[in-house]
């Protein structure tokens, strides 16, 4: 079953590392993806760039609008994903526990499922 661990960390996080702090936490994340891809769970995986240059996109009664980033009212953005297909919630939870950005933001586990469908 396809599961989304998504890295939500604080907006500023990333700006409170040097470069090498911040490199060093990438390629844990890369090692940690490369491991998934080994183990044949890993689907898909991708690092998001900040929300600086991100824009939200809505469109109400046949008018676009478009809010360019950064969100003042953002308490968290989504920094990337692993798209994994694992046997069960508790793998795809135990996934999530090992994966080292659980020490400095949150990993949040989805199941993948039609938008109608409300399931656990």
Known sequence: MPYMLLILEPPEQRLTRS???G???YESMLRFGDDLQARGLLLA???LGSHAGAARVRVRSGQ???LD???AEAKEMVGGFFLLNC???E???DIAAR???AEWCTVEVRNLAPCYEDRA
């Open 19 to 21: 470069e090498a702090e």
């Open 23 to 25: 490199n060093a936490a």
């Open 45 to 47: 995986a991708e690092s």
């Open 64 to 66: 676009t609008h478009v």
């Open 69 to 71: 980033g950064p969100f």
């Open 87 to 89: 046997e069960t919630r």
């Open 91 to 93: 793998e795809a939870i």
């Open 99 to 101: 994966c080292p950005a």
